[in-house]
């Protein structure tokens, strides 16, 4: 089973670099990195662009438009439904994870990621599992994490017990 990418959109894959007044622009590398995270992650929306998880065909075409992308290149990919808390944590199955052992990967930038999530995270020995960019602050941000990605493809924290058969 393939690996879960959780993705942040704003200053994760779209960068502000004139700050939120600015025009958006997909991030450096953004086209090659989701390409390439499609074939090999079950990629999964964490974004406010879509708190419900599925993402409306006007928001679609704009993303498509930013990355260079098809729309239907996009158009599979759902998240979870964590409108209802407006906390990202809730956009995360963690019974897949945390019981069922499935590997995952959190992008995202400092902004949505705090204390909060990190003490979750590192409660349950996943603090591994997150990986920071911000392509708004760094416009290579993004490429970096690529290949960090695939140098080391994810894996749950080691101690946190081996996947059942
Ligand atoms: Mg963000």
């Keep these: 089973m393939r690996p879960v990418l959780y993705l942040d959109l ?3 894959l779209v960068a ?32 406010t662009w879509c708190p419900n998880g599925r993402m409306e065909p006007r928001l679609l075409r704009d993303l498509a438009r930013m990355l260079d992308l098809p729309a239907e290149a996009l158009q599979a990919i759902r998240g979870l439904d964590w409108s209802h808390s407006q906390c990202k944590l809730d956009g995360i199955a963690w019974m897949e994870h945390v019981v069922l052992r499935r590997p995952f990967v959190w992008l995202e930038d400092e902004y949505g990621f705090g204390d909060r999530e990190r003490s979750f995270l590192d409660a349950h020995g996943l603090g591994g599992c997150y990986l920071h960019v911000n392509v708004s602050t760094d416009a290579d941000a993004l490429r970096g994490v690529h290949a960090t990605l695939r140098d ?3 894996a749950l924290a080691p101690g946190a017990g081996s996947a059942p058969s």
């Design 10 to 12: 704003d200053d994760t």
């Design 16 to 47: 502000w670099p004139d700050g939120r007044r600015g025009s958006p622009r997909g991030a450096r590398g953004g086209r090659d990195f989701l390409r390439w995270a499609l074939e090999r992650y079950e990629v999964r929306w964490l974004t």
């Design 152 to 154: 080391a493809p994810p």
